[in-house]
């Protein structure tokens, strides 16, 4: 693998087409050992050959896409998340999941105390989050079962759902109603809202959540954010979609 990847790599702006000596040259291969791995690349579509000279296929664009769609989402996120806090004047996140946890990959936060300082990095249990639960709803029936059966899921307040068949209904709902509401499961006096963000194979990747003190409001009143989230995350969707080469925020961002 390691020597398929020198072939790969021996392309670049400047050497965009290359003869055999040249590959194994570059590579430090023998001609024997670059021909085949040049002959691999042509048959899987990823390198062409007019008889001479090889050349790289739009195809290896593949190899790249999904770890620069990953690796742009928080900067992709990051202009829609700004104008969804103008408008509801509170704070929102965004998160990732990473096995049992949360991680805040992007926030935009509104000039008030928070009840829980909160930044970008931090982890925090998937159960007791709004983001958690719609994450944990985007995954399959058994993932969730080994999950369930695997988390420590103990009381962070008073309110937090520890029981298993409680939180499976829960994020069942949360499947089918597209969004989650945590009413101080996590921390006294505050409350989250989340919806989830698709890739382009409609995989959620992501959840966007806003987030109140509780003395701003009831967890109804949360429901009044739903629109412009939905607006803000459809858009973070579209910019992460492929376009043509050169195109799209996702593949170049």
Same mark, same amino acid.
């Given at each position: 693998?390691?020597?398929?990847?020198?072939?790969?790599?021996?392309?670049?702006?400047?050497?965009?087409?290359?003869?055999?000596?040249?590959? #194994?040259?570059?590579?430090?291969?023998?001609?024997?050992?670059?021909?085949?791995?040049?002959?691999?690349?042509?048959?899987?579509?990823?390198?062409?050959?007019?008889?001479?000279?090889?050349?790289?296929?739009?195809?290896?664009?593949?190899?790249?896409?999904?770890?620069?769609?990953?690796?742009?989402?928080?900067?992709?996120?990051?202009?829609?998340?700004?104008?969804?806090? #103008?408008?509801?004047?509170?704070?929102?996140?965004?998160?990732?999941?990473?096995? $049992?946890?949360?991680?805040?990959?992007?926030?935009?936060?509104?000039?008030?105390?928070?009840?829980?300082?909160?930044?970008?990095?931090?982890?925090?249990?998937?159960?007791?989050?709004?983001?958690?639960?719609?994450?944990?709803?985007?995954?399959?029936?058994?993932?969730?079962?080994?999950?369930?059966?695997?988390?420590?899921?103990?009381?962070?307040?008073?309110?937090?759902?520890?029981?298993?068949?409680?939180?499976?209904?829960?994020?069942?709902?949360?499947?089918?109603?597209?969004?989650?509401?945590?009413? $101080?499961?996590?921390?006294?006096?505050?409350?989250?809202?989340?919806?989830?963000?698709?890739?382009?194979?409609? $995989?959620?990747?992501? #959840?966007?959540?806003?987030?109140?003190?509780?003395?701003?409001?009831? #967890?109804?009143?949360?429901?009044?954010?739903?629109?412009?989230?939905?607006?803000?995350?459809?858009?973070?969707?579209?910019?992460?979609?492929?376009?043509?080469?050169? $195109?799209?925020?996702?593949?170049?961002?």
């Amino acid at each position: 693998m390691e020597r398929g990847l020198a072939v790969i790599r021996a392309f670049d702006h400047t050497r965009p087409r290359l003869t055999l000596a040249e590959v #194994a040259k570059i590579t430090g291969l023998d001609r024997a050992a670059a021909r085949r791995f040049l002959l691999t690349l042509v048959d899987l579509g990823y390198v062409s050959f007019d008889g001479r000279l090889y050349s790289l296929r739009p195809r290896v664009l593949e190899l790249g896409y999904a770890f620069l769609s990953s690796l742009s989402l928080p900067e992709v996120a990051l202009t829609h998340m700004e104008p969804l806090v #103008a408008e509801v004047h509170e704070t929102s996140s965004l998160g990732v999941l990473d096995g $049992q946890e949360v991680v805040f990959v992007a926030r935009v936060p509104v000039k008030r105390l928070m009840a829980i300082p909160i930044m970008v990095g931090s982890r925090f249990p998937a159960y007791p989050t709004s983001m958690g639960r719609v994450l944990l709803a985007g995954r399959g029936p058994e993932w969730l079962e080994e999950y369930l059966a695997s988390a420590e899921l103990k009381p962070l307040t008073d309110r937090t759902v520890t029981d298993p068949d409680r939180l499976r209904e829960i994020i069942a709902r949360v499947a089918g109603e597209g969004y989650a509401i945590v009413d $101080q499961e996590i921390d006294d006096g505050s409350r989250s809202i989340a919806v989830p963000v698709h890739d382009a194979s409609g $995989q959620v990747v992501a #959840a966007l959540n806003v987030s109140m003190l509780s003395g701003r409001g009831t #967890a109804e009143t949360m429901l009044d954010f739903l629109p412009a989230m939905r607006r803000a995350a459809e858009q973070i969707e579209a910019d992460l979609r492929p376009g043509p080469v050169g $195109q799209g925020i996702g593949l170049i961002g």
